[in-house]
């Protein structure tokens, strides 16, 4: 008897810990709202833009054809699918708090967020579950890139423009 109820004891206690390693409904819908939030979708989903904010569940955050170029080469946005599958919660917060992707990426913006916040981010990305294939990796400036890609002509700071405003 001793041996079935620690056998007992133990799935319970396994349970509850997997039930706590579930990112609640609450975490994913506020991690949806903050990707869309913060415009995610724009560079991460094939056709947002194009279509007014709207795409199928199975191409959301799988990367994208809205590529761009500029001195640091060309970027290609991530398949934020795939690269959440590879992370632990715990690898994001410290990814999303050290990171300095090159350009477009504003990743400045994560440090307004709390580690709460940036659970839900992953949350939501995660429930999403694997889809797409890899993002194109990025080019050095001058090698001939695969397009289509955005040329972003950035100008030239001129003397004194960082000047007191």
């Known amino acids: 008897m001793k041996t079935v109820l620690a056998f007992a004891a133990g799935l319970l206690l396994a349970a509850s810990v997997h039930a706590g390693d579930t990112p609640s409904d ?3 819908a506020h991690g949806k709202f903050l990707v869309g939030y ?3 979708h724009d560079c991460h989903t094939p056709g947002w833009g194009v279509h ?3 795409a199928p569940k199975d191409v959301l955050l799988t990367g994208s054809g809205f590529n761009f170029q500029g001195p640091w080469g060309t970027t290609y946005p991530v398949n934020l699918r795939l690269y959440m ?10 990814t999303a708090r050290t990171m300095k992707p090159r350009p477009p990426m504003p990743w400045w ?3 307004y967020l709390s580690d709460e916040d940036l659970g839900g981010i992953y949350a939501y990305i995660r429930s999403l579950g694997p889809a797409g294939k890899e993002a194109h990796a990025w080019v050095p400036p ?3 890139a695969p ?12 003397p004194g423009a960082h000047a007191a405003h």
Do not use: D, E, M
């Open 26 to 28: 609450k975490s994913i």
């Open 38 to 40: 913060g415009n995610c």
């Open 52 to 54: 007014g904010g709207h």
């Open 85 to 94: 599958q590879k992370l632990t919660l715990k690898q994001w917060i410290h």
């Open 109 to 111: 913006l994560f440090r």
């Open 142 to 144: 001058g090698q001939p």
């Open 147 to 158: 397009p289509p890609y955005l040329k972003l002509v950035v100008p030239r700071a001129s």
